[in-house]
């Protein structure tokens, strides 16, 4: 499979991801390049293999119902660029809605 | 039954599936340990994992676990005992790690089925789609700040189960009886509180119209901000209406997202979440597979309470209840036991019209939950008791209830104290009546004249005298011989 530039540019929007026409160039044969580069494992037949989801032969591991965490407003506040009255605060988020 | 858009071209029918959003009932979050208390200080339920510091990992809270299986067979589900969680890619402020943690190809719960009460007394059965476990996200306020966004993150990471149900549903009506239905699921499991208001529960409208008779499905479109069982329905009929006079007028209905604004009473397109479809889902990294055993499994079907359609139709068979009196009864857990408290060793009939008609009748005037009831189930059962052994009649006993809801006080005592005991002796009320048509025998000339309203006349006398102890039957009886 080959990426072509409008994929890049796609991809990289999801992203968030600026990009410009110089580097989508260079970028869509590099990314194109590790596809089919990967995809030589699709030559092998896995018909009869389960998806591998584990490679170490740990049992899942989960917690019990217990509130053991939290209460740390000024923790998780300290690293923001911008925070009032125990808000996280952002620019303004406008649903563009039309019609 | 179902609901249809008269256009102008024709009749068309309404399709409509529902995605709900429960929040599990849990102390604490689906993959850390900070409370999921409702109403909290902002950013005070928050672990690192929820607010997504770099090398966090989340650890599945078992109990949630346990919460979806005990969901998925209250919905007569299949219970998936390999499911997976994958990464749901998109940036929204409230969502911290850009990823929302959730469940695609492998649910932990497959097809199920629910039934829906239908106006008419018929039952409808719902198909469910699957349900999955998820994050909720934090929470944006918009509005208290001219420039600013503010975020709180103490529901980021909240267990959700997302309920999909079939496109099964045809009109407004059936939507909020399932709505009622699901919800009277969940709190009958202690799965889910079923709290809309306080967000709790939400509901995602997916909604497409075709002429009556088409098999093939319409384009739907998803409403989104549905935030009660009164917005899903105001919402369902705008849009019904919008999709019809758009293809009757030519143009397409476009697949996309749109928002329910309630204070406009329209739905309007969502444009910028288009883009953000493109999920890119993949399986997460950070956990690995759910594995259950179905031993554990059959160990919870053990522990699951009879749930509300099977209480229905046990009412119905064994009380001999209609289904409407049978469906007000087991609309709440504690008022089904309520009722089975008094009628228990009782006329299970009569049992139900105290319930229902003047129990239910006075608690809701006083803003009461059956839980908060003055009248205990014993003392209802008492004050019935009288009733059916003839120490009081009914319209006695309406005001002596009236005392108990005020005072607490045992049936058996305040008709004591007030001596409200029905008299059933014969000879007492003889001589009352004798006294009565001795004292009107222009009345007594007219009625055996013919005019046999005066009965009624004569029946209020006795009992005015009595002050309406004497047994009604009694009276009659002894009234027809002496005017016969």
């Known amino acids: 499979m080959s990426m072509d530039k409008e994929t890049v540019r796609k991809v990289a929007s999801l992203a968030r991801l600026r990009v410009t026409e110089e580097e989508l160039d260079k970028f869509a044969p590099q990314l194109s390049g590790i596809l089919e580069w990967i995809e030589q494992l699709g030559e092998l037949d896995t018909s009869n293999v389960e998806p591998l989801s584990n490679v170490v032969d740990i049992a899942p591991v989960s917690r019990q119902d217990e509130i053991n965490d939290g209460n740390i407003q000024s923790a998780i506040l300290a690293n923001a660029p911008e925070a009032q009255s125990g808000y996280f605060t952002v620019p303004k988020i406008i649903e563009q809605a039309d019609n | ?484």
């Open chain 2, 1 to 484: 039954m179902a609901e249809t858009v008269k256009g102008d071209t024709g009749t068309w029918e309404i399709v409509i599936g529902l995605e709900v959003h429960a929040q599990a009932i849990s102390n604490s979050k689906l993959f850390s340990g900070a409370s999921t208390a409702f109403g909290a200080e902002p950013n005070s339920q928050v672990s690192f994992v929820d607010a997504a510091m770099p090398g966090m990992l989340p650890v599945l809270n078992a109990y949630c676990v346990e919460q979806a299986v005990r969901t998925g067979l209250g919905l007569n589900a299949k219970i998936n005992l390999h499911s997976v969680f994958e990464r749901k890619n998109y940036f929204y402020p409230d969502l911290p790690q850009g990823y929302q943690i959730s469940q695609y190809q492998h649910p932990i719960v497959g097809e199920g089925v629910i039934e829906i009460d239908m106006p008419d007394g018929s039952i409808k059965k719902i198909g469910i789609e699957r349900l999955h476990l998820e994050q909720d996200a934090g929470k944006s306020l918009h509005d208290q700040h001219p420039k600013k966004s503010y975020v709180d993150l103490n529901r980021s990471g909240n267990a959700l189960m997302e309920i999909v149900s079939r496109p099964d549903l045809r009109g407004a009506d059936e939507a909020s009886a399932y709505l009622n239905k699901l919800r009277m699921i969940l709190r009958y499991l202690e799965t889910c509180d079923g709290n809309m208001e306080e967000g709790s529960m939400r509901a995602d409208v997916n909604l497409s119209v075709r002429p009556m008779g088409e098999n093939k499905l319409g384009t739907r479109c998803e409403i989104k901000n549905v935030n009660s069982i009164k917005a899903v329905q105001m919402a369902i009929a705008y849009e019904a209406q919008r999709q019809v006079e758009l293809i009757e007028g030519g143009g397409k209905i476009a697949q996309e997202t749109r928002l329910w604004d309630p204070a406009k009473g329209v739905t309007r397109s969502m444009r910028s979440k288009e883009e953000a479809h493109d999920y890119r889902y993949f399986p997460d990294p950070d956990l690995l597979p759910v594995t259950l055993q179905s031993e554990w499994v059959n160990e919870i079907k053990e522990t699951l309470p009879e749930l509300p359609d099977e209480k229905k139709h046990r009412f119905i068979k064994d009380y001999g209840l209609s289904l409407y009196d049978a469906s007000v009864l087991i609309s709440e857990r504690a008022r089904a036991a309520y009722f089975e408290d008094v009628a228990k060793g009782r006329d299970a009939k009569l049992a139900a019209n105290w319930v229902i008609n003047e129990l239910l009748g006075l608690l809701n005037k006083n803003g009461k939950s059956i839980k908060e009831s003055p009248i205990s189930a014993p003392q209802l059962g008492g004050l019935i008791d009288l009733i059916s052994d003839e120490t009081i009649s009914g319209k006695i006993a309406k005001d002596v209830f009236a005392e108990m809801f005020e005072t607490g006080k045992d049936a058996a005592a305040i008709v004591e104290d007030k001596g409200l005991e029905q008299v059933t002796d014969t000879g007492a009320i003889e001589a009352v009546i004798d006294e009565i048509l001795a004292a009107n025998p222009d009345n007594v000339a007219a009625y055996k004249g013919g005019k046999d309203k005066l009965f009624g006349f004569f029946v209020g006398q006795v009992m005015k005298q009595t002050q309406g102890k004497a047994n009604p039957q009694a009276v009659n009886e002894i009234l027809k011989t002496k005017l016969g």
